[in-house]
DNA sequence: CCTACCGATCGGTAGG
DNA sequence: CCTACCGATCGGTAGG
């Protein structure tokens, strides 16, 4: 409403020859693309993404609907891109944080500790992603960068059965998907502000993690 | 379509009238109405309360939309409904599979067996009430019957530090939410057919709790 | 339950 | 990004 950039029809010319272009589009790197995606992931959170407007959102960015259509082509372009950079980051953030070697249950329980630092950090995107992910199209969710946690749990728990740090009788199926629901439920409760902090809940849960699995 | 009874304006007026009246609503025991539950808790657990539209399930019980009004007032009805009719369904089950005596840690053993065993028992409606009772308006959802689950959990947690079943360092409110993720989890992923029963599901989840609390 | 209907809103578009 | 617009559909209603 005060200061904005101006670009006419720039951005649109640009969208729709995106093929042998020098100039970017608005999308990447644009002030006002990343407080549309703050937006909708908001909303999307708080919402749902099917009872989500466009109505809704443009009025919170202080723009008319069309003009939404400037950055995006669909409403479920926003889902999209939302749960897919949180894959990416999520992605980044535990390839950089969970050692590859040690102990097996010592690795699971550093995974679990820092999966649920990041969802609590990401809050607001991790449950967008949780829950309103399957509201994507069949061929939009193919596309999603899935990193195969759920696979990467199972192996440890495979991996801990042969180094004797996990219980014999452990399940890696059953036991991956649970110490993923254990995790992944802190988006259900966690608010900011309570009790314990974002790293004592993950300290906690990855213990529990940890105990529930061990040898 | 082949042998539907009519009742014509009967339902109608039994429902405007419903204070002093001798013929009930058509609501209860009314086999129509039940279809019509269960054709609303399929579609809003596969699509989402909100992605759902009443002309969908007119279409799927063969009738027109307008009709749908002869057994509802709004929409959120149905929800409500599904989400009320659940709660108490669990909370007669637990209440009569799960003893009120015995270690704490035994008792929160059975507690998420039972619990586990609904959930998959009763997976749609299950679904709609973890992934959707949020769609509820705050008074619709404040007069849902809860049975403070988590609270009893708290509190098998505290009995089990008292009778020294479970670790003195456990956290009672963090424990019970991460106990509850662990489980509730099931309806995310369980589908009928896999690898493993119920029962050994329940089973292996209800030994994996144990053991993250367990002295 | 059907007929017939409504206001509101939805996602989306053409053109600038 | 705005103007101006559209077809489709939404939940819901009056009356029988």
Partial sequence: ???????GE?????????????????????????????????TFADKGYS????????DELGMLKGSLYYYIRTKEDLLFELVR????????RLAERVPDDGPAVDRLEVLVREHVIFLIEHLTETTVYLHEADQLT???????????????????VVDGKED???RPDADPHLGALTILGAANWVYRWYRPGG????????????????????A
Same sequence: chains 1, 2.
């Fill in 1 to 7: 409403m005060t200061g904005k950039t101006r670009v």
């Fill in 10 to 42: 720039v951005g649109r010319t640009a969208r729709k020859s995106r093929s042998g272009r020098t100039e970017a589009t608005r999308k990447p790197g644009d002030e006002r693309w990343a407080e549309l995606l703050q937006v909708a992931a908001k």
């Fill in 51 to 58: 009872a989500t407007t466009l109505q809704g959102i443009a």
């Fill in 85 to 92: 950079s949180v894959l990416v980051l999520a992605e980044e």
């Fill in 138 to 156: 069949a061929d939009r969710r193919a596309k999603l960068p899935v990193h195969g946690f759920i696979a990467r749990l199972e192996k440890l």
């Fill in 164 to 166: 004797g740090t996990i």
């Fill in 195 to 214: 009790n314990s902090s974002p790293e004592e809940i993950a300290e906690e849960i990855a213990r529990m993690c940890r105990k529930s699995l061990e």
